[in-house]
């Protein structure tokens, strides 16, 4: 212990020591992930994930003192320029280097610094509500965006990335496919453009189109009569029916009287034998018209062949445990630099400016430019915390980044408690917890359908609101006030 | 030219609903200097409760004024569970609590009304003017909301300037400090602020209703439209709520009217961050104003 | 100075956590499936804009499976169906399916909402061979065996519809001449219908649009843009709510054009809710494409029996509950079809060489084969009568694919007769 007080007495080994920490906390993380169920690591993922996002807010909130409600636009950014920079260049520009996602991540943050500059610049001389209704209007507008430009965007249905292999590339999913028609040279799949050709081909339908009188209502010319409409009667039972072969509700709960097996004939049902062909015969008849239209063996056909997506599956790569290493990774790398921004000059810088802007300037710190560092770090952090999403995901999609998203993000924050980083891992856990929490507590209990399905949601809220009013200044705020009182000291939660 | 004029009729009947939510935020962000995101929330269930009358005695007026006492109550309720006790210690905190009453107050909506959209049939003809032999965009219940709508607006305006119960309250909000040590009741100030906001915002649903249909997230894009109207007209202004409330209704429409719908939030996004960038403090707004 | 240490702290107590909660069961030789019982998941919106409508239909598809496991299940399993609430949320569903997938170790996904929900966790789903039956959306893009050979679209595809749509207003006597307008959801609905009015060459006059959420307010500026161009025949492609809003802007306007409303924007019980008693006037006469027996229908096998099991349930008769119970009657054969022996591979493989003689009350053909899995193929046309009913049907049904140039053709098809009791 004595070492580790003498290290942290040099502010010069400040960063060594925060190397150390992380590179503790990212090893624990790994092996822990190595040695969870599946379903663990996607939680994991997501915490570490929803961590990067907030330890920006930590900044720009807890430091800065600048409340956004729009930090899930700026996840929007990052995941979209990892989607489109990972589709689209196979090299990187100028230097000629193989692409690959470590070079879309850093186009990913440096989007997010480029509109976080942005934003931040026009936030700087905002104060308060009117910054909230700012980003709001980003939360909103952002995502709107990718509507107008469908081609490029993808849209409201956003843009699909491959799920990656660790060996083989992009084009471990198709060659176990048997396919190899979409992989680009490189091996990498887009799938968007199995939207942008014509995949379809016309199916043959011409089994359909027998009848006497079919041609003839194809003519151009020929338009339709009333006669040609069916009547409620053309759908109806008939007479032949017989009541014992339908389900009545005395069926329920009497499964004993119900003998096996014998269907209904077609020559029991309808009353319309001039509409064309029997349904009966049409089973049949079609079934080997399409075997002659296809032109293939529908049993042996290699596309239907499907053992090699189970061989790619069982091969031993498991997705979750990939996504979470990697979302660890970018967590702990977010986590270091946001380490040493916190603990060191510019964390101080923030941290004056939030308490006393005029105090600030007058010992020659400029407010404003405080204010936007704090945006364009927590912009970098969102965009990065983005295109983590985007590869969890393994989709941008604007519903993904929605309003709710960006609220999330603030609960989370608040909720943890926004002066510290470890608040942030604490609201990220709660964010990924709570909703267990909730669907756990209000499972189905054989409550009315309205009941069941909202009681999660009626529950979350309020919890959110029993956690701001049990432990104001969040989680960490909290502890930390219980601690100074036993101590005697006195400070707000919020200090 | 006709094109023109609809879209300007239309835009005025639809920013009367975006103005009526902006004046509930401005009266919640008069009385404690904060923003009650429950507000649509709040607003929604109202609505649900003012459908409930309408649809067993089928007497409107009944509906709309057991609205506005159940808004009067529930914004009290809201005030006194979750604001009072967050408020002074945190007040991001509290902004982050009014989200969890909205989710809360959605879930309990869908729970009691199920969450298909129901509809609410207006106390006066819906139907277009018929004017200089074409029918107008605009319809005599449109004309009760626009009247409602400038009704409130003096009326709270007369209130907040001319009553002592209006000027205690401003000074409440304000500078609650002072404001006790001149011998106003602080508490109560904030209880009829958000008593006022919470009647106002149930009229604003109300009157919405019959335009629209009500869900329990019907609302939710409201929210945004009238927070960013009560924004650029400047969070403490009566007049700079409704003004720019209804000159979103008219963006969207004419928008909507002339090019694709879907550019409406971008466009209001844009006007919203210039109008920031320009009047950092909105149009209306005093440099005064506290941050959160 | 403190929480440096706290970080380290609170991480590894939340990796003992976490370790702790892990258990790992005893695999089953196919997930899912034990000698009697077939574990099922889907993902849909229980909650939140999206949920009008749509929150019935796991509901309703329990209530069928309900009936099926009461009657000795199928094979001699019983169907058991998770639902996971994704509130229309693409990291929603995608943090749903791998809890169904991990957790609830399902055998199959079914009837999972949405295209930009669903594109998060197809490709997924077929990487790990887990099969997707009757995914609820007409976004095209799941109907490709190739990338996707485990996904089976549940409804026939926006495109098709508008194709329909097209060379229904192209052949009809009464609406050939008239002037045509386009009424869109912003976004995707809207891009995919336009695909199909291009490929069938229907010419608009005009087209307008709303955002997802505006029907908040009255469609004044879109109502009056159709009305000043002068358009007599207007085709709506937005969701229910916003096909009400329409309906009920454009009463006020004097705006009354024909109208043809999109099958997955026009269900009657939805819009009286909204629209109330005007909307047997304002709904009267509107064509509307539709795949299914109409649900009023109950003097029709389908219909009737159906309706007796949403009645059991204490669930209201609308599309959706019909739709549910529909696809729930189709997976029920489909299992039953894949054997005694159910295997994933094996589930798919009885869709390709089955579909066809599947029951359902669907009047379009199933196609299911190695080289589409597209499903039901087409619409007829029919038209709302002044109860809200739809009537006046089309006696053949129009068929078409998904593709960019194809035009939709005519046909003639009609249902075979249901199971016995509608059991599979």
């Known amino acids: 212990m004595n070492n580790v007080k003498n290290l942290r007495t040099f502010p010069g080994n400040r960063i060594i020591w925060h190397a150390v920490i992380v590179g503790i906390v990212w090893l624990l993380l790994l092996v822990l992930n190595n040695n969870i169920d599946p379903l663990y690591s996607s939680y994991l993922a997501l915490v570490a994930m929803y961590a990067t996002a907030m330890f920006g807010m930590t900044i720009l909130v807890g430091l800065s003192g600048q409340v956004s409600l729009g930090n899930g636009a700026l996840m929007a950014v990052g995941g979209y320029v990892f989607a489109l920079t990972s589709m689209n260049w196979q090299t990187v520009p100028i230097i000629g280097w193989q692409w690959n996602a470590v070079w879309s991540m850093a186009f990913a943050g440096l989007g997010g610094i480029l509109i976080g500059g942005i934003i931040g610049g026009l936030a700087a001389r905002l104060r308060g509500p009117y910054l909230a209704g700012l980003t709001l209007g980003l939360a909103v507008g952002v995502p709107a965006i990718t509507n107008r430009f469908p081609e490029l965007l993808g849209g409201e249905n956003g843009l699909m990335l491959s799920v990656p292999y660790p060996a083989g590339g992009y084009a471990a999913l198709d060659s176990a496919l048997g396919s190899s028609s979409d992989s680009s040279s490189d091996g990498t799949v887009d799938p968007n453009s199995a939207v942008e050709e014509d995949q379809y081909a016309e199916l043959d339908l011409s089994e359909f189109e027998q009848g006497a009188d079919l041609d003839a209502d194809l003519a151009p010319e020929d338009l339709l009569t009333d006669d040609d409409l069916l009547t409620e009667e053309d759908f109806g039972v008939g ?176 909720l943890g408690g926004r002066s510290s980083l470890l608040g942030a891992i604490l609201g990220a856990l709660l964010l990924v917890w709570l909703p267990e929490l909730v669907d756990g507590l209000s499972g189905d209990r054989g409550w009315p359908e309205q009941i069941t399905n909202n009681a999660p949601n009626l529950l979350y809220g309020l919890l959110v609101v029993a956690v701001v009013l049990a432990a104001p200044g969040g989680l960490t705020g909290t502890v930390r006030a219980w601690i100074d009182k036993g101590r005697g000291k006195t400070r707000s939660p919020l200090s | 030219m006709t094109n023109f004029i609809d879209y300007l009729l239309g835009g005025f009947s639809n920013g009367a609903v975006i103005a009526l939510m902006a004046l509930a935020l401005v009266l919640v962000w008069r009385s404690t200097r904060m923003v009650n995101f429950a507000q649509v929330g709040q607003a929604m269930f109202t609505t649900y409760v003012a459908l409930t009358i309408q649809q067993s005695t089928g007497n409107w007026v009944l509906a709309l004024l057991v609205a506005i006492g159940a808004g009067a109550i529930l914004g009290v309720i809201v005030f006194f569970l979750v604001i009072r006790p967050v408020k002074n210690s945190d007040s991001t905190g509290a902004i982050i609590a009014t989200f969890g009453v909205l989710i809360a107050l959605q879930a309990g909506a869908g729970m009691i009304w199920g969450g298909d959209p129901r509809g609410f049939i207006p106390p006066v003809d819906n139907a277009g003017l018929e004017f200089a032999g074409r029918i107008w965009p605009i319809s005599p219940y449109d004309i009760l909301v626009l009247s409602a709508t400038a009704a409130l607006v003096i009326g709270l305006t007369l209130l907040f300037t001319k009553t002592s119960l209006g000027l205690s309250m401003r000074a409440s909000a304000f500078n609650p400090e002072v404001a006790r040590l001149s011998g106003v009741r602080v508490n109560r100030m904030l209880i009829s602020g958000w008593a006022i906001a919470g009647a106002t915002g149930a009229i604003g649903g109300v009157l919405i209703a019959p335009a629209s249909t009500i869900s329990p997230n019907s609302f939710d894009i409201l929210l945004v439209f009238a927070f960013t109207a009560a924004v650029i007209g400047g969070l403490d202004s009566l007049i700079g709520a409704v003004t720019f409330g209804i000159g979103t209704g008219l963006v969207i429409s004419l928008v909507s009217g002339y090019s694709d719908s879907g550019n409406a939030p971008i466009v209001a996004l844009v006007l919203l961050a210039l109008n920031l960038l320009l009047k950092p403090d909105g149009v209306f707004g005093h440099h005064g104003a506290r941050s959160v | 100075m403190k929480f440096k240490f706290a970080t380290g702290t609170v991480a590894l107590g939340t990796a003992a956590a976490l370790a702790l909660a892990t258990a790992v069961p005893a695999q089953a030789a196919e997930p899912g499936v034990t000698s009697n019982k077939i574990v ?315 579909a066809r003689d599947f029951r359902s009350a669907a009047v379009v053909p199933m196609v299911i084969n190695s080289k589409s899995h597209q499903g039901l193929t087409g619409y007829y046309m029919g038209q709302y009568n002044a109860n809200s009913d739809v009537e006046r049907l089309t006696k053949y049904v129009m068929l078409a694919t998904s593709s960019k140039s194809g035009k939709a053709k005519q046909a003639t098809f009609r249902p075979a007769a249901p199971t016995k009791k509608l059991l599979p």
């Open chain 1, 239 to 414: 007479d032949q029916l017989t009541d014992d072969d339908l389900l009545t509700e005395e069926d329920f709960g009497v499964g004993d009287q119900l003998t096996d097996g014998d269907l209904l004939t077609d020559e029991d049902f309808g009353t319309g034998t001039d509409l064309g062909i029997d349904g009966g015969d049409l089973g049949t008849d079609l079934e080997a018209d399409l075997d002659v239209g296809v032109g293939t063996d529908l049993g042996t056909d290699p596309a239907v062949d499907l053992t090699g997506i189970t061989d790619a599956f069982d091969s031993g790569f498991i997705i979750e445990r990939w996504q979470a290493s990697m979302a660890i990774a970018v967590a702990c790398l977010v986590a270091f630099a946001a380490l040493n921004l916190v603990r060191g000059r510019q964390g101080r810088v923030w941290k004056a400016v939030r308490d006393d802007p005029v105090a600030a300037a007058v010992v020659g710190i400029s407010p404003s430019g405080s204010k936007i560092s704090a945006f364009i770090v927590s912009s970098l952090f969102a965009a990065l915390a983005g295109a983590v999403l985007a590869q969890i995901l393994t989709l941008v999609a604007p519903g993904a980044f929605g309003l709710g998203l960006s609220l999330s993000l603030l609960v989370g924050i608040v």
């Open chain 3, 40 to 354: 099922i998941g889907t993902t849909t919106a229980l909650t939140g804009p999206a949920a009008p409508g749509y929150k019935d239909v796991p509901a309703a598809a329990q209530a069928y499976f309900d009936y099926v496991n009461a009657n000795g299940g199928i094979n001699g399993r019983k169907i058991d169906l998770r639902v996971f609430d994704d509130q229309y949320n693409p990291a929603l569903a995608k943090k749903g399916t791998t809890q169904l997938i991990l957790r609830d170790k399902i055998f199959a996904m079914f009837g999972a909402l949405g295209t930009p929900t669903h594109s998060a966790v197809v490709q997924d789903l077929n990487r790990r061979g887990i099969p997707d039956l009757f995914v609820n959306t007409g976004g095209a893009s799941f109907d490709n065996p190739k990338r996707y050979p485990m996904t089976f679209p549940a409804i026939p595809s926006y495109v098709v519809e508008s194709k329909v749509m097209g060379y229904y207003m192209a052949k009809d006597k009464a609406l050939k001449g008239k002037k045509k307008c386009l009424f869109y959801q912003d976004g995707e609905f809207g891009e995919n219908a336009k695909v199909g009015f291009k490929a069938a060459g229907t010419k608009f006059v005009t087209t307008t649009s709303y955002f997802s959420g505006q029907q908040v307010a009255p469609f004044s500026a879109q109502v009056s843009k159709l009305k000043s161009a002068g358009c007599e025949l207007v085709v709506v492609f937005g969701v229910t709510s916003a096909t009400a809003q329409l309906l009920g802007t454009s009463a006020k306007l004097g705006f009354a054009p024909t109208w043809m409303i999109t099958s997955v924007g026009s269900d009657p019980s939805v819009l009286k809710g909204s629209l109330g008693a005007a909307t047997g006037p304002l709904l009267k006469g509107a064509y509307v494409p539709s795949f299914l027996v109409p649900a009023q229908n109950s003097k029709n096998a389908y219909v009737s029996q159906m309706k007796v099991i949403a009645k059991r349930a204490g669930l209201e008769w609308n599309f959706y509950t019909y739709f549910g119970i529909n696809t729930a009657y189709v997976l029920s054969q489909a299992l039953k079809a894949a054997g005694k022996n159910l295997t994933r591979k094996g589930l798919v493989k009885a869709l390709e060489t089955n």
